[in-house]
Structures are given as structure tokens and as C-alpha cells.
């Protein structure tokens, strides 16, 4: 059995995390999932597993210990999927590990000290959708095709634009763009899977409808 750790904070009051508790019920047999809290035990542990997942649900109870799963996936090979919160750890751990951007920073959580690469939206995004167009070439593009699709988010915060130029120049690659211009897809070229996106794939798997392309390819690499 391959196991796939989702390290995040579960709270079944938040109706993301209830989706997620449904889509990994549809994870293809022999693929198998369970929540990590961020502030127990095994987080500390999470290089062991098949694939890890963070997931929404930032500020984390323990944000150091996800900024280390991250560091970890990124050096090791070990597959990484992270969304929204997971997209936005991501980033800040690349421009401060590679980038070269030590101070690197989420306006949630900073005292706005340090070099906010992820900043407030203009636009908050509670529960609704944006369009999500990918980047022809990228991981995110030979999974979703040429056709945009709608995206659900649930945040406040994203890439601020002043930092993408630095990062893309650092290696990560941009794998999709909101109409609005804002990134809602980062990964690694060269890794088996190094994948974040804003937008939140596990949406709609309450209502029965397939699993997100970004999921299935996810499950399919371990």
C-alpha cells in the first residue's frame, strides 16, 4: 500500500477540509491517505512516506515543521502536492532556500519586517471561483489541457507579481495564471512530482464528480 501523508491541520467545521476527506476516499486502490496535524509526532517524520500533501489551512499550529516537509520533498525526489496554504508555504520556502531571499515572508503571519513574496490579494477569495488558465509546456498544462477551467479558492493571500521574475529566474517554473494575472500554479521542472496551486483541486468531490486531473497524476506517481 502506498501511503500519501496530508500534513495540515484537519477541521471538520472548514468545508475544504470535508472535501478533502472525500476525495481521498477515491484515491485508486492500493493509494492510501490520512491527515497529519502539523504539531504532532509524526509530522516530524513525514520523509518516510510515498507523498506528501499540505494542504489548506494556514497559519499552520506548527508552520516551521511545514516549511521543513517542503525543504525535504524539494531535495529528496519525495512527490509534493500542496494547495492554497500548501501553494503559498511553497513559494516562500523556495525564495528563501533558493532564491536566495533568506527573509522571505507571508504577510498572515509577519510583522512585515521581511520580504513579503506572499502578499495580501486585492480581492479576497472566500469560496468563489476564478479562472485558471495553464502554461503550455508545464506539468500543469499536460494534465489540464489548453481549455481554462474554473478554480475554487478559499484565501486571502497569493504571489505577490514584484517576486515572480526572481523566482522563475531561481528555477521555479510557473504552471498557470488566473485572467486576473495572478499565479495559481508553481512547480519544478525535473522533479517526479513538485507541484502547488492557489486554487483547490479537491472541491466537487462531495458532489460525486471526478477527481481533479492534478489529484489522479499525483496518486498515479508514487
Not at 499540505?54 to 515543521?65: E, L
Not at 500543469?140 to 489548453?146: F, K, R, T, V, Y
Not at 510557473?174 to 508553481?186: C, H, L, P, R, T
Request: net charge negative; proline share 6%.
Amino acid at each position: 500500500m502506498k501511503e500519501i501523508v496530508l500534513l495540515g491541520d484537519r477541521n471538520t467545521g472548514f468545508l475544504t477540509h470535508r472535501e478533502l476527506d472525500a476525495a481521498i476516499t477515491r484515491l485508486p486502490d492500493g493509494v492510501h491517505a490520512h491527515w497529519v496535524g502539523t504539531d504532532t509526532p509524526e509530522a516530524m517524520c513525514t520523509s518516510g512516506a510515498d507523498a506528501i500533501w499540505v494542504v489548506p489551512g494556514s497559519p499552520y499550529r506548527n508552520d516551521a515543521v511545514v516549511y521543513s516537509a517542503i525543504t525535504s520533498a524539494r531535495t529528496s525526489g519525495q512527490p509534493f502536492l500542496g494547495t492554497c496554504g500548501g501553494f503559498q508555504y511553497t513559494v516562500i520556502e523556495f525564495a528563501r532556500n533558493v532564491a536566495g531571499m533568506a527573509d522571505a515572508d507571508h504577510a498572515e503571519t509577519s510583522s512585515e519586517t521581511g520580504t513579503l513574496v506572499v502578499g495580501r490579494l486585492a480581492c479576497g477569495l472566500m469560496g468563489e471561483e476564478r479562472r485558471v488558465t495553464t502554461v503550455p509546456g508545464t506539468r500543469m498544462h499536460a494534465l489540464c489541457g489548453d481549455v481554462p477551467f474554473a478554480g475554487f479558492h478559499w484565501c486571502h493571500y497569493g504571489l505577490s507579481p514584484r517576486y515572480v521574475d526572481l523566482l522563475t529566474a531561481s528555477g521555479l517554473v510557473i504552471g498557470a495564471y488566473a485572467d486576473d494575472g495572478g499565479v495559481e500554479a508553481v512547480e519544478l521542472p525535473g522533479h517526479p512530482f513538485f507541484l502547488a496551486t492557489l486554487f483547490q483541486p479537491q472541491m466537487g468531490a462531495l458532489d460525486g464528480r471526478p477527481l481533479h486531473p492534478v489529484i489522479e497524476a499525483f496518486a498515479a506517481v508514487i
